[in-house]
């Protein structure tokens, strides 16, 4: 592997959505060779020009991506599974993007892919023990860290559902996303009781869907104009002390794990948050979208309520976040949840986000986290 400062340029070329929601009548490999197809096509490519297929999925079984990419026709390229929980659609991406960087190939595929089950996310990331204290009931324990933040904060359940109306009427303009239709804050804070001081439209919806991005090096693209460079592409893992989704052991540690991706992302791309025209925060649960936010430094810790309720994370404010209505709205097929928030910001600094495009947007970053504990940071540029 070079140094980083000998890596070469790379660039997303091309990327693929399918519209989320559930596929009842279909399976991964239908919906998910859709995305690649459709990012082939955005990129002015054909499957040939493909060298290396990274696949990122949670539940789907093994080899995966095989299943998905033989609807298109097995090449003899090598297709790597990846699943890191709801950050294996980014690690996908960041293989991809190690690949082109390193020049062992000059055309990439990333593409995610899930098909969920009903009901909440089955989770295994856990010890036997964890698992029949109930610990893979994602609400609960997003409940316990909401609980800990409104205490060191002040933040209310209020602020929690401003996040939802925020990111179900960006959602309502974002024709792929699994929930068009905009709530109020009396919806918001009269729906049922999911795990205190959680509610039901502070969870996102689980979704079946895919999403995929074909990178490559600046001399392998076919329209130049419409080129997004990856300044960044950063995955850690937890760290003890930090906001891990168990917090059974706990020694002191300088950041926890989105702190740490973050600085690591800003200090390869060489931008600050400040520089940030477009973010995509991981908002599974309404509150982490605010508490994520302040440890991305965007904002000091207890502060983004605040910004919140001022406009400044609206699609029209000062830092939009969530354009096309993050998780909460878009929902939550865990592969292929980050290569779509990925997929946004590029799609922004096109200026092809249609009726939720952020003005003169240059440089964005997508954020998610996942089981495990993993936290993927990717930043991009025109």
């Known amino acids: 592997m070079k140094p980083l400062n000998e890596m070469r340029e790379v660039v997303v070329a ?4 399918v519209p989320w929601r559930r596929y009842e009548d279909q399976e991964i490999y239908d919906f998910g060779s859709e995305a690649v197809l459709n990012a082939l096509k955005d990129a002015d490519m054909e499957w040939r020009d493909i060298q290396a297929a990274f696949c990122g999925s949670v539940y789907q079984g093994t080899c995966s991506g095989h299943q998905v990419l033989k609807e298109i026709g097995l090449s003899g390229i090598p297709i790597v599974n990846v699943e890191n929980a709801c950050s294996s659609g980014a690690s996908a991406v960041r293989l991809a993007y190690q690949s082109v960087a ?21 989770s295994t990331a856990f010890r036997p023990y964890e698992l029949k204290m109930g610990f893979n009931f994602q609400p609960a324990n997003y409940a316990n860290e909401a609980v800990e933040y409104m205490t060191e904060t002040g933040a209310t359940v209020e602020d929690f559902s401003l996040v939802t109306v925020k990111n ?21 804070m009269n729906s049922r009781m999911v795990a205190r001081p959680l509610r039901l439209l502070h969870c996102c919806p689980l979704s079946d869907g895919a999403a995929a991005a074909v990178l490559c090096s600046r001399d392998r693209l076919k329209s130049a104009k419409r080129a997004v460079t ?33 600085q690591q992302a800003y200090e390869l791309s060489g931008y600050g948050p400040e520089e940030m025209d ?31 309720r001022e406009g400044v994370f609206e699609i029209n404010g000062r830092l939009p976040v969530n354009t096309d209505g993050g998780l909460i709205s878009r929902g939550h097929p865990l592969g292929a949840t980050s290569i779509a928030q990925i997929g946004e910001i590029v799609l922004q600094l096109r200026g092809e986000a249609g009726p939720r495009q952020v003005a003169g947007a240059r440089i ?8 495990g504990p993993n936290s993927a940071v990717t930043i991009l540029k025109r």
């Open 364 to 371: 964005g970053l997508a954020h998610s986290r996942g089981a």
């Open 168 to 188: 179900r009427k960006n959602g309502a303009l974002n024709p792929n996303a699994s929930f068009r239709k905009p709530v109020t804050l009396e919806e918001v």
């Open 14 to 17: 091309g990327i693929g959505l």
């Open 230 to 262: 990856v300044a960044a592409s950063v995955l850690v893992s937890g760290v003890y002390g930090g906001a891990n989704p168990v917090k059974s052991l706990k020694f002191p540690a300088p950041l926890d794990m989105v702190e740490l991706s973050g």
């Open 278 to 308: 477009v973010v995509q925060a991981y908002d599974t649960m309404a509150p982490s979208e605010l508490w994520n936010l302040e440890k991305l430094g965007f904002c000091k810790k207890g502060k983004a309520p605040e910004l919140l």
């Open 102 to 122: 390193a020049e062992i190939h000059d055309v990439a595929l990333a593409v995610g892919f899930e098909k969920m089950p009903r009901g909440p996310i089955p």
